[in-house]
Nanobody
């Protein structure tokens, strides 16, 4: 059984930073493609970033590139999302997801098999 456990989110002021983490238990973490998605109230779940196995390439939604950074530590079975210069519109529940090697497309939620419980990030304006 694969389980994904996200760190607690939080409340930050606009312009601030926050780092989320997601620890995976179960099967070999290093072979998963890992991604972050988010969902704001009344909106669909949207892609934030992915780090693809085995290539290791990183991908970002256009509006997040440059502000967000996804990384992974295979020794700790953990994927991170560093979020800088946060904006009010970044407020959402953030989910980490684990999927197969090189999922296609990597930005679709249905490409991922396992999901965390979600963590709330609130950015005050």
């Amino acid at each position: 059984q694969v389980q994904l456990v996200e760190s607690e989110g939080g409340l930050v002021h606009a312009g601030g930073s926050l780092r989320l983490s997601c620890t995976v238990s179960g099967r070999a973490f290093s072979t998963y493609t890992m991604a972050w998605f988010r969902q704001a109230p009344g909106k669909e779940r949207e892609f934030v970033a992915a780090i693809v196995w085995p290539i290791g390439s990183t991908y970002y939604a256009d509006s997040r590139e440059g502000r967000f950074t996804i990384s992974r530590d295979n020794a700790k079975n953990t994927v991170y999302l560093q979020m800088n210069s946060l904006k009010f519109e970044d407020t959402a529940v953030y989910y980490c997801a684990a999927g197969p090697p090189s999922p296609s497309p990597y930005s679709w939620p249905r490409s991922y098999e396992y999901w965390g419980q979600g963590t709330q990030v609130t950015v005050s304006s």
